[in-house]
């Protein structure tokens, strides 16, 4: 299920980024983060690079860390590793082809046993 992320102000904080992930229901393990990025105007944003950090929602779990790849105009897919079951949230670092920065949140619920 995609879900989007919108801010207003500036036009790098007005992107908006949906998300899809799968296996469905998550699981621990490798877990595939399809993301889609487009402008104020619903235009693909490209050359932008993706880091994603995943945090569970309770303290004392160390974060993953995973890269996005563009796979197509607007569009970047990453591979992140789960270790343990629950609920995650995964912050999303933007860099813009011009230097800006945009920093998105969501979240993935019941990360379950494979």
């Known amino acids: ?18 998300h899809e992930v799968s296996p469905q229901p998550p699981r621990v393990g490798p877990l ?6 487009t402008d104020a105007s619903g ?7 993706i880091r994603l950090e995943g945090n569970m929602s309770h303290a ?8 996005a ?14 270790p343990m079951a629950g609920d995650w949230f995964i912050v999303a670092y933007l860099t813009l082809p011009d230097g800006g920065k945009v920093k998105r949140q969501f ?6 046993q494979p």
Do not use: N, W
Request: net charge neutral.
């Open 1 to 18: 299920m995609a879900q989007a992320c919108k801010h207003q102000g500036d036009s790098a904080s007005q992107l908006t980024l949906t």
């Open 32 to 37: 595939t983060i399809k993301l889609s990025v």
């Open 43 to 49: 235009k693909p944003a490209t050359g932008v690079r």
């Open 60 to 67: 004392g779990m160390t974060p993953v860390f995973a890269d």
């Open 69 to 82: 790849g563009e796979t197509e105009p607007g569009r970047y897919s990453s591979t992140m590793e789960l």
């Open 107 to 112: 979240e993935i619920k019941g990360v379950g």
